[in-house]
């Protein structure tokens, strides 16, 4: 496919900021989630589930992934365009993220073509929401050591065993499953197998847990002797660990193929320049404070430093000696900015710092406060940040493990 | 366009300027060469000088019309960073903003005279602190009057860069009541009253130049006209290579340091599988990664007037404060061996204090952003 041109492009941004401008819905009457972690009650749930079908059915969901599987079929460049013009419009975030940017390109990449075709139209059009069964009460970084256990029996898989931390546990159709089917390998990552599991079988139970901000957003998720298709597997029985892995590239964005959409809103740096105007300290606007415009700066140098690795990063001769350095380092350096960026913004509100979501004083209605407990999602999420410090130092610098 | 987002970009010759000084750089400038330079009261190797000059990369960013390359100073921004990886000395960064300062406020026959040496190996170099220490380049003490010997300067200028070698010394004076740029020749050089000053960074050479008693012809002063522009383009050009020298010795301060954590052991295992040493160099690292983005996003854009000088007062804001981290972890991850002499963290420590305090410190960058951003 050559990539299009220039008039292409320019036709599409138009027709997709048209269609932004007219369909992005009003602000509810109850409170949106910034991230797809945050989503905690039916009305959001739902408000967000139709929001994103509408997207999908207009052609800005997927646009890029292929026509048969129910994807648009275009070129790349006009799914960025259209995640662009989300931003710009202020669309609220697309719901179903673990479907559309992690466990969709996997399917499409290494998916049977059954499973594309059972999969993938539902994943875009939020009709079937995806989790993931990662992590387990006992094991979290040392994801390798999952205990959850699927043993063979007949046509099925029995699955048993508890997974936590699971992003929309309770709402999902599917999860993206990691589970023990060899036990006793002389290797921890060699028994682990990789599933697409129905979660509405008898013997999955889904808990919801109380997040640090007060709202439900994952659960706790309770296998006992549930029952999954035999075809569930993706790739090959013992080859879990392979696939986990290729997951967490999607996840981290160091790999690409998503359907596109916006997943995550988090304040940027000029937002918080927004707020030092109207914040006050001292019966003084927070700017005109000489520290925190000093602040202020350091963190814009550092917001457009890392938008610029991400440009550096198609730059190959800039990249020559340590090629994995900025895809390998950019959750870990973006996450941890926009936590110090929430964690800054709340700073300047002198004492009305002390208010949160809700109360009629609080500035902004406490979204720093909210957006600062809400960023650790991403600083634990996903792998921890002191977990991805271990990846670059060990994978980018070379040195020994810990 | 907002303030979030900078431009970069790479062109072929800075890409090919890459590859050639990396090699380059690494061959002249190992650090057996640096030590035995530091020792040495020049302080550098003039046939490495002369080969850089017959490569071309005095010439780089110099118009074809006076023997140089044509292109722009985003191309020399590569070789500075190489350099500055392999802590290599000599007055190739002094020379090309003299050089610069030339260009930009030269008259023709200035320019026609002086450029061409410059480009064919002749060391220059810019001579605009003065004791007073502050950065602004037109907060200027120095003093040029017309008098029976033509032009009488009077004054001091200190950290004069390369003042020991060079032919030609830029230096900024008020004439007039305007700041102005006069051209002192090797003549009126040999007239100053030079002091060698000790530096914190052993691999430069340094000097307080007195200008009292010494004088020049008419035809020394720059184009007064234009020496506002020239004096805040030389502020920028230094700051940009300056930021690309803090980058490529941020990389060696970290392949060193790497290096020495894999190596060390320590309780039976090797000192770089403690994460205590293992997280900050990774800090270390991606400030240095951020730097580097920044280097050479401001050479991209550093003709662009005002984005460009927001791109490259980030860039020196950023680079600055990097490779200080980056050699402050280096000397304490080395232990006894790292408060030694001969450990090499400390020519990073000592370069980063010296580069750090060369057209303006990271604060004066952030607060020079501040009226441009906020
Ligand atoms: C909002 C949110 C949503 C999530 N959604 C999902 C989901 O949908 N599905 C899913 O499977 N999981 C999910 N997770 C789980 C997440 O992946 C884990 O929490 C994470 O991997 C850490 O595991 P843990 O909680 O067991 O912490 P632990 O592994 O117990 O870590 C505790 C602390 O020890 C540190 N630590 C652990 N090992 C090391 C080491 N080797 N070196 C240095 N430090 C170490 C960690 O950095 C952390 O600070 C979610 C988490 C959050 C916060």
């Not at chain 1, 275009?74 to 710009?88: G, H, K, N, P, V």
């Not at chain 1, 914040?279 to 927070?286: I, T």
């Not at chain 2, 994460?275 to 900050?280: D, F």
């Amino acid at each position: 496919m050559s990539s299009p041109s220039k008039r292409e492009r320019d036709e599409y941004r138009a027709e997709a900021s048209a269609w932004f401008e007219e369909n992005v819905p009003a602000q509810p009457d109850f409170m949106l989630p910034l991230t797809f972690m945050e989503v905690g009650t039916d009305d959001q749930f739902h408000f967000l589930c139709d929001w994103q079908n509408r997207v999908y059915e207009a052609g800005y969901l997927g646009a890029a992934w292929p026509k048969e599987y129910g994807g648009g079929g275009l070129d790349q460049a006009f799914q960025d365009i259209a995640t662009e013009q989300m931003r710009r419009h202020g669309s609220p975030i697309m719901l179903n993220t673990i479907g559309l940017s992690w466990a969709g390109p996997l399917i499409l990449d290494m998916g049977t073509h059954e499973q594309r075709e059972r999969y993938i139209k539902g994943i875009l059009s939020a009709e079937d929401i995806w989790c993931q069964g990662f992590s387990e009460p006992d094991h979290g970084s040392d994801l390798g050591n999952a205990q959850t256990r699927a043993v063979r029996d007949g046509d099925e898989w029995v699955i048993n065993g508890t997974k936590i931390w699971t992003t929309h546990g309770n709402y999902a159709k599917y999860m993206i499953l990691l589970a023990r089917s060899i036990p006793d390998t002389p290797n921890k990552y060699a028994g682990l197998s990789f599933f697409l599991s129905p979660m509405r079988v008898p013997g999955i139970e889904a808990i919801p847990i109380r997040k640090l901000t007060g709202e439900y957003g994952f659960t706790e998720t309770f296998f006992t002797d549930a029952r999954i298709p035999g075809d569930s597997l993706i790739g090959e029985e013992g080859q879990g660990w392979a696939v986990a892995m290729r997951t967490l590239e999607y996840e981290r964005s160091a790999r690409g193929g998503q359907a596109g959409g916006l997943s995550i809103k988090v304040p940027d740096a000029e937002e918080v320049v927004d707020l030092a105007r109207r914040a006050r300290r001292s019966g003084r606007p927070a700017i005109e404070d000489p520290v925190v415009r000093d602040k202020l700066v350091e963190l814009l140098i550092e917001d457009r430093g890392l938008g610029l690795c991400g440009a550096r990063q198609r730059l190959a001769p800039l990249n020559q000696e340590r090629p994995f350095s900025l895809g390998l380092s950019s959750k870990l350096m973006q996450t941890e900015f926009i936590r110090r960026l929430n964690e800054f913004a709340i700073s300047m509100q002198g004492a009305r710092a002390a208010y949160y979501v809700g109360d009629p004083d609080a500035i902004d209605d406490g979204t720093s406060q909210r957006s600062y407990l809400n960023a650790f999602s991403a600083t634990i999420g996903g792998g921890t940040s002191q977990i991805q410090a271990n990846i670059v130092a060990e994978h980018v610098l070379g040195l020994p493990k810990s | 366009m907002s303030v979030r987002h900078g431009t970069i970009g790479l062109s072929e010759e800075q890409a090919a300027l890459l590859e050639s000084a990396s090699k380059f750089c690494r061959d002249k400038s190992s650090i057996e060469a640096v030590r035995r330079l530091i020792d040495d009261e020049l302080g550098h190797d003039p046939a490495v000088f002369e080969e850089m000059a017959e490569l071309g990369w005095l010439g780089i960013a110099i118009p074809e019309a006076y023997r140089g390359a044509g292109l722009e100073l985003a191309e020399v921004v590569p070789v500075v960073e190489q350099m500055g990886r392999n802590l290599m000395a000599g007055p190739f960064l002094s020379t090309t903003l003299a050089a610069q300062a030339v260009l930009c406020a030269g008259t023709e026959a200035q320019k026609s005279q002086v450029l061409p040496e410059l480009v064919a190996g002749t060391p220059a170099a810019l001579a605009l602190m003065e004791p007073h220490a502050d950065w602004d380049p037109k907060n200027i003490g120095c003093q040029a009057v017309r008098g029976e010997k033509g032009i009488e300067l009077s004054g001091t200028k200190v950290l004069v860069t390369d003042a020991g070698v060079a032919k030609w010394i830029v230096a900024s004076v008020v004439y007039e009541g305007s700041p102005a740029l006069v051209l002192l020749d090797a003549e009126a050089i040999t007239a100053c009253k030079r002091r060698r000053e000790t530096v914190v960074d052993e691999t430069r050479r340094s000097f307080q130049l007195g200008l009292d008693g010494v004088s020049v012809a008419e035809d020394a002063l720059l184009d007064v006209s234009l020496v506002p522009a020239a004096l805040e383009r030389t502020e920028l050009a230094g700051s940009l290579l300056g930021s690309a020298e803090m980058c490529g010795g941020g990389v060696g301060c970290i392949d060193s340091t790497v290096a020495y954590l894999i190596d060390r052991k320590q309780f039976g295992r090797p000192i770089g599988s403690y994460q205590a040493l293992k997280h900050p160099t990774v800090d270390a690292h991606l400030g240095i990664e951020q730097a580097r983005s920044h280097v050479y996003a401001a050479a991209h854009t550093f003709e662009n007037g005002r984005e460009g000088e927001i791109a490259v007062r980030m860039a020196k804001a950023h680079a600055g404060p990097a490779l200080a981290f980056a050699a402050d972890r280096a000397i304490q991850f080395h232990g006894g061996f790292g408060f030694t002499y001969e450990c090499d963290a400390q020519l990073y420590r000592r370069r980063a204090l010296w580069c750090e305090n060369q057209h303006g410190d990271a604060l004066y960058h952030r607060q020079k952003l501040a009226s441009l951003i906020l």
